[in-house]
């Protein structure tokens, strides 16, 4: 069983940072580094949507509304991946999703979600 655990959501005001997490429980390293993985996120009433991506040969991806404001990064020591979100605005409103696609079979994983609240 494949869990994907994610954390770090809250409330922020607007123009406040936020770090989420994730990670697998009990991932080995070569699975870590194996895997592609991404966030989403989804607003009351609105479909998920891809935020960032990150590929297991370190390419990365971000959806026009984040560029220049989220960065993904993978932590191999820690077998976590993160999305550090700076200039957070109320439209970033959303629950969180991590997931991971694995290398040897291809299936994607999802986490429970953690919410992010941008509000004064």
């Known amino acids: 069983q494949v869990q994907v655990e994610e954390s770090g959501g809250g409330l922020v005001q607007p123009g406040g940072s936020l770090r989420l997490s994730c990670t697998v429980a009990?991932?080995?390293?070569?699975?870590?580094?194996?895997?592609?993985w991404a966030w989403y996120r989804q607003a009351p009433g609105k479909q998920r949507e891809l935020v960032a991506s990150?590929?297991?040969?370190?390419?990365?991806n971000y959806a026009d509304s984040v560029k220049g404001r989220f960065t993904i990064t993978r932590d191999r020591q820690r077998k976590r991946v993160y999305l550090q979100m700076s200039t957070l605005i109320p439209e970033d409103t959303a629950t969180y999703y991590c997931?991971?696609?694995?290398?040897?079979?291809?299936?994607?994983?999802w986490g429970q979600g953690t919410q992010v609240t941008v509000s004064s």
């Open positions: 009990r991932i080995i390293l070569s699975t870590f580094n194996g895997n592609n």
């Open positions: 997931s991971t696609q694995m290398y040897y079979d291809g299936i994607t994983y």
């Open positions: 990150v590929t297991s040969a370190g390419t990365t």
